[in-house]
């Protein structure tokens, strides 16, 4: 069984659509910016990848993320030819801290907030009509999560159609915790750097819609790529440290799941958050299902520019891979100057975007998240989908 992507939306600190974001990270546009949303003076970082839509510096609002989502929403149930009628439509969100900052500015400065908005399904019933509403909440790897359940719907034929989103938003205390993580303060993302000092936080949303191949992508819709597989485990190995065993079982299982071998990968969409637990748990794993293959398949780490969007973040990677496939252009880990030794095996794009000159024609995405929450998913290009520049016509090939 495979599903067809026949819709996408996504805002980020680099850009308010898929088009305007892929453009940033083809171009190495980083969304890092001093913090604006609160006193950076209570922090040793105080930096982030901040979306710049408040009323002005240091002054917050509440539901900021549910607007996001809501732009993503649309943006892909438009593409989709689904317009602003949800209703009996099965909307996946997956998510690390819901509307967090809104019950922070609740509690602390009393800025008025309704309990009932920490559900996304409020907004998104009294925007799209949205009747059937679904939140996961699995650390960084949700989104992913929430693929593999809208997946698993339309198999069941529970649903024709499912729209799987992700979102998040920045919050105090949550930045707060992760300032006390680290010796030094974080001054940017550096995945997989010797200089790297851990992970900072992002924000954004994204969705997609999903729909069994097998019954076409419907009146007015184009298919953006094939979903293969998805796999999921949780193995609960330690509060935030990454166990490789277990992701490189989640690896094998979605190579199965999709019927392909780790040499039809021709993209890895790193999680690579550059604190050296992740990035360590990760290298070890992937030096392990690649061992063998030279040249490794072309590997990039979009959290170098968009920061780590948590429950956003694989299903960011996922359409970044689509328009890298549909383009032909890798885009950049940028900050990545001096790659540690577990990397030496792997073809990573840094410094620039590249093209590679044979058609990409199938991506791995990671995602992996605090308890052990790994999921993976690989995607393919589909044939007949207008070449980048460049690029050959013929599609793609495994």
Known sequence: MSWIVIGMGAVASIGGSVEEIFGSLVAGRSGLAPLRGYDPANFRARVA?????RPAPGVDEPLRATRWLERAVAQAAADAGLGDDLSGVPVLIG???RELRSVELSWRDDVPFDVRDLHFGTALRRRFGADDTHTVAN???ASLYALGLGADLLDLGAADTVVVAGVDTITESTYGLLDR??????DRVRPFDRARRGMLQGEGAVAVVLRREADGPGAGARVHARVRGVAVNCDAHHPSAPDAKNIAAAVHEAHERAGVRPADIDLVMLHGTGTPLNDEAESTALN???AGLDPSPYMTAIKSMTGHTAGASGLHSLVAAVDAMRT???PPTVYLDDPVDAVAGFRLVR????RPGQPLGLAQIDSFGFGGLNAVAVVERVDGHPAGPGEPDEG???
């Open 288 to 290: 392990t299902v690649f």
């Open 396 to 398: 793609a090939g495994q």
């Open 95 to 97: 998510t690390t801290l």
């Open 181 to 186: 993580c680290y010796p030094e303060p974080p």
């Open 139 to 141: 650390a960084c790897s």
């Open 328 to 330: 032909g252009t890798v």
């Open 351 to 354: 410094g620039r975007a590249e």
């Open 49 to 53: 990848y901040e979306i710049d839509d």
